[in-house]
């Protein structure tokens, strides 16, 4: 009888890509981001980098963000492209982590919570392409 620990996945529709839970040192919760070329990264809860924003990145036609919840637990998330600013309700996930995704190729999120209020660049990503054959 296998006892194997499964953990939650939360799909991200636009991108494809999947949140996935894990366990980190000390048993602490683990958010682990996954797109079509695999594990991009691991960010364990009251680790040594609680950014806020972990991670910021668009791709074809669709924009990403993560990061740790902050105490309180509650963020505004708004994705910025030219002068058109997009609110996206953030999705937490093991309650320690925040995810917000929408269509569409934004340059900057600004993630806002009771007291604090960080900005940042969204990156572009490319998937690997898989060679012709």
Not at 2 to 23: K, M
Not at 86 to 113: H, L, M, N, Q
């Amino acid at each position: 009888m296998s006892h194997a620990i499964t953990f939650p996945t939360t799909p991200l529709a636009a991108s494809g890509w999947e949140l996935r839970v894990g366990r980190g040192s000390r048993r602490r919760p683990a958010l682990e981001v996954h797109t079509g070329d695999g594990l991009i990264d691991v960010a364990v809860a009251r680790g040594l980098d609680d950014s806020l924003v972990r991670g910021a990145v668009r791709g074809r036609g669709w924009s990403v963000a993560w990061g740790e919840l902050p105490p309180g637990g509650e963020v505004l998330v708004e994705f910025h492209a030219g002068g058109s600013v997009v609110k996206v309700p953030a999705v937490t996930i093991a309650g320690a982590f925040w995810a917000a995704e929408v269509p569409g190729r934004y340059r900057s999120v600004t993630v806002t919570t009771a007291v604090d209020r960080v900005s940042v660049r969204l990156r572009r990503f490319r998937e690997a392409r898989l060679p012709q054959r």
